[in-house]
């Protein structure tokens, strides 16, 4: 059932959020000359998948985990975009492929080694990774492994109707705020 919502929300939101994808495609193309970002990902089962989002951050910066990443990597608009969230946007395209739920643990990369064995001891690669979640409304990164496999364990076993929409708009409504930056 949750897939059904996944899908439902996912192509409404890609469908009438198309001009705002538009015309921050517009706009990014203009910031960095390359709006889309695309980065190989861990995905259910620990099967790699092909994460879309907005880029943030200049198109030569290393492909490293956003903790890991300088701040001055990050474009002005790139910084709205992080702020707003809006960078997330074209996540829904995932979501809508089945590669991702709008609630479920925030894909790793496959080099945060000590982030996948956390997630492997803990069973989070039984589910599909999302947009949003429990880690992320209660602003727990991928700095901290341990703690965030911990609550996405938790999400997990404990993720009810009423949860998944709690996070979706707790999402929506500025609650949590990403992966930091050094």
Request: glycine content about 10%.
């Amino acid at each position: 059932m949750i897939r059904f919502f996944d899908v439902v929300f996912s192509f409404l939101g890609l469908l009438c959020g198309f001009p705002i994808l538009l015309a921050l495609t517009i706009i990014g193309f203009f910031d960095t000359g390359s709006p889309i970002f695309t980065q190989k990902r861990v995905g259910k089962g620990k099967q790699p998948f092909i994460l879309v989002k907005f880029r943030t951050m200049k198109v030569d910066t290393a492909s490293v985990a956003s903790h890991l990443a300088s701040a001055s990597s990050i474009t002005p608009f790139g910084r709205f975009l992080r702020g707003t969230k809006l960078d997330e946007l074209p996540q829904l395209w995932n979501v809508l492929k089945g590669d991702m739920s709008l609630v479920g643990p925030r894909p790793g990369l496959f080099n945060q080694e000590e982030l996948t064995l956390a997630r492997e001891k803990c069973g989070v690669f039984d589910v599909r990774p999302g947009i949003t979640g429990l880690s992320q409304v209660n602003e727990i990164d991928m700095s901290t492994p341990d703690l965030l496999a911990q609550t996405d364990e938790k999400m997990i076993a404990t993720l009810t109707w009423r949860d998944y929409f709690r996070y979706i708009f707790l999402t929506v409504a500025g609650k949590g705020s990403g992966d930091r930056v050094k």
